[in-house]
């Protein structure tokens, strides 16, 4: 899968209520050093060594992989064993080998995603009707639940070393892997309150070992 998804190909929904990517506000200095170089605008595949695709992987390489999505060379995090297209950039595409090496770990199901926030996040009582989660919290802890050993791309508030822009569906906030039961954990910043209170919603891609993928938002309103 190449590394932006084009939104017009999905069509997204929410999901109804049922706890870690952590957000920083300040880039450290060599990561903006760094950045100075910046990913390759229009990555070409051979440009660089490629990866072996056909090596044995376990769910230990998809938690790697998702750690170092949307590195480029150049960069601290840079990691070349998972450049299987050799662009010199980890991008969506990159994941496939990896999935498609679990697929005979992993069993096999209809493709399903719940996503709920963290317990006692959620508010309780009477409060603004929304399709996702309620809360009063700066911060929250979106619960997922989809087949193991998936990798979940996110649109969404990005880390200080991934400040790509978001909220296009482009999926350029980060990656995360599910563990051996399905579930993944997403620690967000909520948008600030206004007036009437603030709505976030960030987006998942979900991309399993047997080449099905779902997409999903999850809106969160955030109250007083």
């Known amino acids: 899968m190449v590394m ?45 060594p490629s990866a072996n695709p056909n090596r044995p992987f376990t769910p230990a390489d998809l938690q790697e992989y998702a750690k170092v999505y949307l590195s480029f060379a150049g960069a601290p995090d840079f990691t070349p064993q998972y450049d299987f297209n050799g662009t010199g950039f980890i991008g969506q595409n990159d994941a496939t080998p990896i999935l498609r090496g679990l697929a005979s770990i992993t069993p096999r199901e209809p493709l399903k995603l719940s996503l709920r926030l963290a317990p006692g996040e959620q508010v309780r009582g009477h409060h603004p009707a929304n399709s996702g989660g309620v809360t009063r919290l700066a911060t929250v802890t979106v619960i ?40 993944f954990y997403y620690n967000i910043e909520l948008a600030a309150l206004s007036h009437g209170g603030s709505l976030s919603a960030p987006g998942f891609l979900i991309r399993t070992p047997f080449n099905q993928q779902l997409t999903r938002a999850f809106p969160i309103l955030r109250i007083r």
Do not use: Q, W
């Not at 880390?159 to 579930?183: I, M, P, Q, V």
């Open 144 to 183: 997922g639940k989809t087949t193991p050993n998936s990798i979940v791309f996110i649109d969404g508030p990005t880390t200080a070393t991934h400040s790509e822009a978001t909220g296009n569906f482009k999926f350029l906030g980060g990656a995360l892997a599910t563990d051996s039961r399905g579930y």
């Open 4 to 48: 932006a998804s084009s939104a017009s190909r999905f069509r997204p929904g929410v999901e109804s209520l049922d706890a870690r990517v952590v957000l920083s506000a300040s880039v450290p200095v060599a990561a903006a050093a760094t950045a100075a170089v910046g990913p390759p605008l229009h990555p070409i595949p051979g440009s660089y």
